[in-house]
């Protein structure tokens, strides 16, 4: 008779390997550490536009710019999380290994995208109204 115990607490209602922890955990470590290089990669087009149009973008500093950037700059990274939304139930599906190798591609796509959102949102809702 085997009378080995875990180590281990066991929460009410979760198995010892929840698989969706796993994958949880692993979107996590994946996304969070390429969330630095989305930021500049944004941060980028900012201060790209400032410097090409100088002149046109210097009444807008004004603390209450500074708090519409902020507020942008949390709506871009409330649109990164978006690729949890699509990496976790690919890394549960038969999918899974395959998706693991080349969910780069899925960080390439949604940088460029939020790249040309910045610069669309920029050239047609805050450039015009720049006096």
């Not at 875990?6 to 209602?13: C, D, F, K, Y």
């Not at 708090?67 to 700059?73: G, H, R, T, W």
Request: proline share 7%.
């Amino acid at each position: 008779m085997d009378t080995t115990h875990s180590t281990q607490p066991q929460i009410a209602g979760e198995s010892p390997s929840d698989p969706f922890r796993e994958f949880f955990a692993d979107a996590i470590r994946y996304w969070e550490r390429r969330r630095l290089f989305y930021n500049l990669a944004l941060a980028a087009v900012v201060f790209t536009w400032l410097i090409a149009t100088w002149p046109h973008f210097r009444p807008m500093f004004r603390p209450s710019s500074l708090l519409l950037l902020v507020i942008l700059a949390l709506i871009a990274n409330a649109c990164y999380c978006a690729a949890y939304l699509v990496d976790i139930p690919l890394q549960s599906s038969p999918l899974g290994a395959g998706w693991r190798r080349y969910r780069w591609g899925l960080w390439v796509v949604g940088t460029v995208f939020a790249i040309v959102l910045a610069n669309y949102w920029i050239v047609d809702e805050i450039y015009p109204f720049v006096r």
